[in-house]
């Protein structure tokens, strides 16, 4: 895996070993932020990573100019490689890691103008995770369209293979 384009472009992203992660593909990743630049929504953003594993969006988004990224993980093993990225790419400067459940962390991460969220296919608390989200935009990645959402609404939603990836945007 690859960083796909920005300042890092090309470098190496270590995966976590084991199937406890699902990395983002190379082109979905493109696809994803070709659209959130056409938004003009990563230079100079404060980016919120959740269920970062490998931290590869989090790490693209900085690449392509986000000011600071946090990323949110529980898993040690995914902990470890996401740190281990992060210094061998030389964020240190520009990301926060956290330890612990991404529902929880989150409600306690302030000024965050984007979040990428990418949780195991099982997962469906999305009211009880945006409940707690502050920032005008959510990228979400799920085996599904991700829709009805209380306060969220659905303005594009793209399948890539078994991805579904849908960008949410908060009802003012």
């Not at 490689?81 to 991460?109: C, E, F, H």
Request: hydrophobic share 40%.
């Amino acid at each position: 895996m690859r960083v796909v384009a920005g300042e890092l472009r090309g470098r190496k992203i270590l995966a976590p070993e084991g199937n406890t992660t699902r990395p983002t593909t190379d082109m979905a990743r493109e696809a994803i932020f070709n659209a959130l630049t056409s938004l003009n929504a990563i230079v100079d953003a404060r980016v919120l990573d959740l269920f970062a594993g490998s931290g590869a969006l989090g790490i693209e988004a900085l690449s392509r100019g986000a000011k600071h990224c946090t990323f949110i993980e529980r898993d040690r093993d995914a902990l470890k490689t996401l740190q281990d990225n992060i210094k061998k790419l030389g964020l240190d400067d520009r990301a926060t890691v956290i330890r612990g459940d991404a529902s929880i962390a989150a409600a306690k991460v302030a000024d965050i103008d984007l979040v990428m969220v990418d949780p195991p296919y099982e997962y469906r608390d999305w009211q009880g995770l945006l409940t707690n989200i502050t920032a005008p935009l959510v990228v979400a990645e799920s085996n599904r369209e991700i829709n009805g959402i209380q306060g969220w609404e659905s303005v594009r939603s793209k399948r890539y293979g078994r991805t579904h990836v849908t960008y949410l945007r908060q009802i003012p």
